[in-house]
């Protein structure tokens, strides 16, 4: 795959990307060393778009196909040289916020980030202001995650309860409720945003990749920043487009913002559990209650701790049963409560993947025969009926 620019194609756009790395005045360098920044975590995946066939590559980890082996090395060494690749689009990072408009015109979008971004600057936040490369702006916001030790001891008693003192889950909650936030202009909704970037697994383009008019470039830490025209850079005007120091934002009132945050989070259980309840007085009242299976019930007994393996299909046919009969957030309540019987054989982090993942009809043939491998015989317990 071609992912370069190539002298024979496009000299112009080579030399544009590598630029002059002596003048400081390079996109393949800087923006080498900017991922690096941003890849404090090791977990920065990479797309790239090859330019012969306009498809996007596999996303694979950072640095990818940012770097290539020179052929002949110095004293056999092997040397690695930067690519000059013209889009490259990364995923989100767990503490970031990116704000993007659809509107048809600059101008229109201009207005979009204006306003947002006179809210959350507002709130205390200090987003960087992007211009796209096309006809929008883009607005990252990195929240620092160390601004919640000012919390007092009651809201982290409440934190820790709430999220079972699960750090991880809070993070991923936490975040995607503040992206929610801003991204709903803090539920006023007075302008419209790409709610698709609520999900920290959508793509977004790279800084100082190539857009259709131009590069994507830093505008400023602050709305007023920002350019009431587009500020074009590209291979043709040969302005370098800037990148923006990466700035941990966090509110002027995180006390305030962390218990408006365990409001939604109770607000949202109690519509939870109230949705159970009346689903399940419907199934009664309609007659249509399933219960689980007995093959099943049987992985959820103590007995299956005695085993002692087989834990990763237990919980595959565990998911998928109980999201089918009672819905996500009661099976939740219960595997956890399995995994905790279980020695906590599944990471937390494998059991939220799994969430995200559709549900499957299983036969009882395909878990008889899962527990017959363990030794288990549950022939009785489903009266010899093997349901397809």
């Excluded at 590598?18 to 005045?25: A, H, R, S, V």
């Excluded at 404090?40 to 290539?68: E, Q, R």
């Excluded at 601004?147 to 999220?163: A, G, M, P, V």
């Excluded at 249509?288 to 299956?304: H, N, P, Q």
């Amino acid at each position: 795959m071609s992912f370069i620019a190539t002298p024979e194609r496009e000299y112009d756009i080579w030399d544009y990307i590598l630029g002059d790395i002596y003048k400081g005045m390079s996109i393949a360098v800087d923006r080498y060393y900017y991922l690096m920044e941003l890849d404090y975590a090791h977990s920065l995946k990479i797309a790239l778009l090859d330019t012969s066939s306009n498809n996007w590559g596999k996303w694979v980890k950072f640095p990818g196909f940012l770097l290539y082996p020179e052929k002949n090395g110095y004293n056999g060494n092997k040397l690695y040289g930067l690519t000059a690749a013209i889009d490259v689009h990364r995923n989100m990072l767990d503490n970031e916020i990116v704000i993007e408009s659809d509107y048809p015109t600059y101008e229109e979008n201009y207005e979009a980030s204006k306003l947002i971004g006179q809210i959350i600057e507002d709130k205390g936040f200090q987003p960087n202001y992007y211009y796209s490369g096309n006809k929008s702006i883009h607005i990252h916001v990195f929240f620092d995650w160390d601004c919640l030790k000012e919390l007092d001891d009651i809201l982290q008693d409440q934190l820790r309860i709430l999220f079972r003192e699960s750090l991880l889950r809070f993070k991923k909650s936490f975040i995607t409720w503040l992206r929610t936030k801003m991204i709903t202009c803090w539920d006023t909704n007075a302008k419209k945003f790409d709610t698709q970037l609520i999900q920290s697994t959508h793509l977004i383009r790279c800084e100082l990749s190539k857009n259709k008019k131009g590069y994507k470039t830093f505008l400023g830490h602050t709305y007023k920043d920002m350019s009431f025209v587009p500020y074009i850079c590209n291979e043709k005007n040969r302005i370098y487009p800037r990148l923006g120091d990466i700035r941990l934002s966090k509110p002027n009132n995180v006390q305030e913002l962390i218990e408006e945050f365990i409001e939604n989070q109770k607000s949202k259980k109690k519509k939870e559990k109230a949705n159970y309840k009346n689903r399940s007085l419907g199934e009664f009242f309609n007659g249509s209650k399933e219960t689980l299976r007995g093959c099943v019930g049987a992985i959820l007994s103590e007995d299956f701790k005695k085993v002692d393996d087989g834990y990763q299909r237990a919980m595959f046919i565990l998911l998928n049963e109980l999201r089918r009969v009672y819905g996500d957030a009661q099976a939740r309540i219960v595997i956890n409560d399995w995994n905790f019987k279980m020695d906590y054989p599944i990471k937390e982090k494998d059991i939220d993947y799994r969430f995200k993942s559709k549900i499957y009809s299983l036969s009882c043939e395909y878990i008889h025969n899962f527990l017959k491998e363990l030794g288990i015989d549950v022939s009785k317990k489903c009266k010899g009926k093997l349901y397809k």
